[in-house]
């Protein structure tokens, strides 16, 4: 088992940037493959990024690359999303999530095992 606690959301404008912070706790985070997903009001979760078990390898959904960076320190027990160049549509609640799973990078919710309990990004034109 894995707790997650995400923090950094805010209330920005358009342009600026904010960072994410994941901070994990429990058994073998290195052993977990971790991503962000997002939830606007009234609409299904969807994939933001994914990270593998040591950060050699990233993917990112169309609408955030070359925007966002995300990264871990196994170190720290600590996921990141680096958000650049924010915009109105990226406002959504911001999930954290581990997966178990022994692909390298894992895009749907349903590969997620454990999550975070999310923190408010709002993004102003």
């Known amino acids: 088992q894995v707790q997650l606690v995400e923090s950094g959301g805010g209330l920005v404008q358009a342009g600026d940037s904010l960072r994410l912070s994941c901070v994990a706790s429990?058994?073998?985070?290195?052993?977990?493959?971790v991503g962000w997903f997002r939830q606007a009001p009234g609409k299904e979760r969807e994939f933001v990024a994914a990270?593998?078990?040591?950060?050699?390898?990233?993917f990112y959904v169309d609408s955030v690359k070359g925007r966002f960076t995300i990264s871990r320190d196994n170190a720290k027990n600590t996921l990141y999303l680096q958000m650049n160049s924010l915009k109105p549509e990226d406002t959504a609640v911001y999930y954290c999530?581990?997966?178990?799973?022994?692909?390298?990078?894992?895009?749907?919710?349903?590969?997620?095992?454990?999550w975070g309990q999310g923190t408010q990004v709002t993004v102003s034109s």
């Open positions: 999530a581990a997966s178990a799973s022994r692909a390298s990078l894992v895009v749907s919710t349903s590969g997620y095992n454990y």
């Open positions: 429990g058994r073998t985070f290195r052993s977990y493959g």
């Open positions: 990270i593998d078990r040591i950060g050699g390898s990233t």
